[in-house]
């Protein structure tokens, strides 16, 4: 199963960014769907995370309050909506999906990336200062 992530772009620092993820193979309504980023020489990051069974989100503390994700059931997407952005945000940003915390969404293991077992390819976002 694929996921497509896409919006990825060059902006500058400040600037917002919408990126969605979707599939053509599954409905995202039965999955805990997760924002994941790797910069250059870093692990893989968890962002943010929603579970489309209850709706309840999590943010990692580095981008909460600039990050909204949010899930537009008709389009089958779930978007992650990034404003002002600054350097330390650019990365290869991927969305998956996990089966597992959809029915067992514990938090300790929300940005686990092993517990995702479907992947996007990624998308780039670069912003200059």
């Known amino acids: 199963v694929q996921l497509q992530a896409s919006g990825g772009g060059l902006v500058q620092s400040g600037e917002s960014l919408r990126l969605s993820c979707t599939s053509s193979?599954?409905?995202?309504?039965?999955?805990?769907i997760g924002w994941f980023r790797q910069a250059p020489g870093k692990k893989r990051e968890g962002l943010s995370s929603?579970?489309?069974?209850?709706?309840?989100?999590d943010y990692a503390d580095s981008v909460k309050g600039r990050f909204t994700i949010s899930e537009d059931k008709f389009k089958n997407t779930v978007d992650l909506q990034m404003d002002n952005l600054n350097s330390g945000d650019t990365a290869v940003y991927y969305c998956?999906?996990?089966?597992?915390?959809?029915?067992?969404?514990?938090?300790?293991?929300?940005?686990?990336?092993?517990?995702?077992?479907?992947w996007g390819q990624g998308t780039q976002v670069t912003v200059s200062s």
């Open positions: 998956a999906a996990s089966e597992i915390l959809y029915y067992s969404p514990v938090r300790a293991n929300i940005f686990t990336p092993d517990l995702y077992n479907h």
């Open positions: 193979e599954i409905g995202l309504d039965h999955y805990q």
């Open positions: 929603i579970n489309l069974r209850d709706g309840s989100i």
